[in-house]
Every structure is written in C-alpha cells, then in structure tokens.
Antibody, heavy 125, light 106 residues
Framework: EVQLVESGGGLVQPGGSLRLSCAAS????????MSWVRQAPGKGLEWVGR??????????DYPAPVKGRFTISRDDSGKKLYLQMNSLKTEDTAVYFC????????????????WGQGTLVTVSS | DIQMTQSPSTLSASVGDRVTITCRAS??????LAWYQQKPEKAPKLLIY???TLESGVPSRFSGSGSGTEFTLTISSLQPDDFATYYC????????FGQGTKVEIK
C-alpha cells in the first residue's frame, strides 16, 4: 500500500524558512517523479513543484509564485522527499501535500495519483 | 499559464440525480486533463485522467469527456458518498487546477 506521510509544518514568521519532509513507502520511490501541492485555508489546489527521478535527471520545476524561494529535493536511500521554503510570505499559508506523479503509457504524466494527508504551514507574525 | 475555469462553483443535487460539472481551459490542452474528488479535511483523490480514463477502483458512475478546451465530469446517479468538492487539473503545461465545484445536498 502506498503511504506518504508529511511532517515539518508549523508556525513561522514572514521572511522565515521551513523544511517539510515526506516519508514514502509501498512503492518504488527512487524511480517515481514526485510533486508538492498546496491548499490555502478554504481555497483551491495549487501545484508548487516537481522533482524527477535521478535516473531521469533529478531536475526540478516550479511555478512562478514559488520559483527562487522553494526547493524540492529527495533522498532515495531514505525514501524521503523534501520541500525547503525560504522567504516565506503570508500567502504561503496552506496545507502542503506530498504527491506521486503517475507512470502512464511509458511516461510520467503530470497529474497526481497518490497523496499524503498534508501538513499545515502558517506564516504569520 | 493555462487558466482553468469550472462551472458551477456550487451545485445542489439529490441522491440519484445525474450531475455534470464543466471545466474550460484558456487554451487547448488536448486531453491532458484530470479530475479529483476532495472531502473536508481530506486529501484529494484522483478520479479520472487523460480526460476520460477512470482511475482504478473508481466507481463506473463517474465519467469524463471532452478535449481541446472544454471538458465535463458526469456522475450518472449521485450517491451519498459523492457529496464533495471536485477539481479539474490540466497537465499540458505547468500544472494548474480549476477553482473547484462543491456538490452539496439539495
């Protein structure tokens, strides 16, 4: 059974930093492309970045709102995904979900097959 | 960025009703569209990908259609477990979601 368990959320002041972790089990983590998706309180879903597997280059992609501030990394031996968040803003307040991309038709598709339960990040003074 | 617009924002329906949710993309996304169901305080659940392919384990009362810029999610006979919020998501470019459609009890 696929399990994704996020941790590391909490209260941080504007301008501060936080690192989220996601512990993965039940699937071939090292070969899986992974993403983070967030949801502000009472709002919709927003993709915040993706990391490819090391065999596919291990490269990352980010949307404009977080580019240059957020960094995704992975530890394949420990089966962990990370999200380093710097220069946090109040608008970064959200539940952050760790997700897997889906391997479909011989390639990695850009939608999210499995989700963790999420961890809440609150940016406030 | 590709913008996704869902309608309606809220939908009131009864058990047994046929329900249709529409999602429009600001430019063509071919069939690169997924649908999710989310219940309060829970993570979203993948229902459909590539516009019309049902994810394993999802009941057959859910179906998706469309291509290009206009897509629909249909629930053929609404069940009590289906009252939730539904999101579309494109993956033609940088991934973006619609704003959500809440299906509530009439």
């Amino acid at each position: 059974e696929v399990q994704l368990v996020e941790s590391g959320g909490g209260l941080v002041q504007p301008g501060g930093s936080l690192r989220l972790s996601c512990a993965a089990s039940g699937f071939a983590f090292s070969s899986t492309w992974m993403s983070w998706v967030r949801q502000a309180p009472g709002k919709g879903l927003e993709w915040v970045g993706r990391i490819k597997s090391q065999t596919d280059g291990g490269t990352t992609d980010y949307p404009a709102p977080v580019k240059g501030r957020f960094t995704i990394s992975r530890d394949d031996s420990g089966k962990k995904l990370y999200l380093q968040m710097n220069s946090l803003k109040t608008e970064d307040t959200a539940v952050y979900f760790c997700t897997t991309d889906h391997f479909y038709n011989s390639g990695w598709a850009g939608y999210f097959q499995h989700w963790g339960q999420g961890t809440l990040v609150t940016v406030s003074s | 960025d590709i913008q996704m617009t869902q309608s309606p924002s809220t939908l009131s329906a009864s058990v047994g009703d046929r329900v249709t949710i529409t999602c429009r993309a600001s430019q063509s996304i071919n069939s690169w569209l997924a649908w999710y169901q989310q219940k309060p305080e829970k993570a979203p659940k993948l229902l459909i990908y590539k516009a019309s392919t049902l994810e394993s384990g999802v009941p057959s009362r859910f179906s998706g259609s469309g291509s290009g810029t206009e897509f629909t999610l249909t629930i053929s006979s609404l069940q009590p477990d289906d009252f939730a919020t539904y999101y579309c998501q494109q993956y033609q470019g940088y991934r973006t979601f619609g704003q959500g459609t809440k299906v509530e009890i009439k």
